[in-house]
């Protein structure tokens, strides 16, 4: 796949845009997570509020860029078309769910957390992209899906 200036400068624009908006919102501090995660000690709801808000607005989106012909600055759509819920997908999603308890950082977060990195997070990191390593090295076995009809 070819560089296209364009198409990057849109990405590290919403990229930047989405970090801003997880440090604006306090959730690039573990802390908030794990309070919110905490609910049998002092439950934090400030992510509760982040997704509430965050819902609508994706839904929007969602509903105005699939309107349109195609994307601004690709061919067509990269929408997932798997569905089957097999043991890779349990397994990563209990992973991910285990590493987020445990650390407070999903990887957006912790990506944005980067400009003021410490050890904790800087492990998180380390950690984050062995675990991708090693889903490469895993084997495929989903079956292919037929495409989702139009408008789903």
């Given amino acids: 796949m ?12 919403a990229g930047a845009v989405f970090g801003a908006g997880l440090a604006l919102s306090g959730m690039t501090d573990p802390s908030v997570v794990l309070g919110f995660l905490d609910l049998a000690g002092a439950w934090d709801p400030a992510l ?26 690709a061919d067509r759509f990269a929408l ?4 089957a819920i097999d043991a890779r997908l349990i ?7 285990l590493g987020w308890g445990l650390a407070g950082w999903c990887p957006g977060p912790a ?30 076995t989903t079956k292919a899906t037929p495409p989702l009809p139009p408008g789903v």
Avoid: D
Avoid at 2 to 13: D, F, H, I, K
Avoid at 48 to 53: D, Y
């Fill in 2 to 13: 070819s560089c296209n200036p364009v198409r990057t400068g849109a990405g590290l624009v």
């Fill in 48 to 73: 509760l509020f982040v997704m509430i808000a965050a819902v609508p607005v994706t839904f929007l989106g969602y509903r105005l860029a699939l309107a349109q012909a195609r994307p601004l600055f």
């Fill in 80 to 83: 997932p078309t798997a569905r």
């Fill in 91 to 97: 397994g990563g999603s209990a992973l991910f769910g």
């Fill in 111 to 140: 990506i944005a957390s980067l400009t003021a990195p410490g050890p904790a997070l800087l492990g998180f990191v380390a950690a984050m992209l062995a675990g991708l390593w090693a889903a490469r090295l895993m084997p495929v």
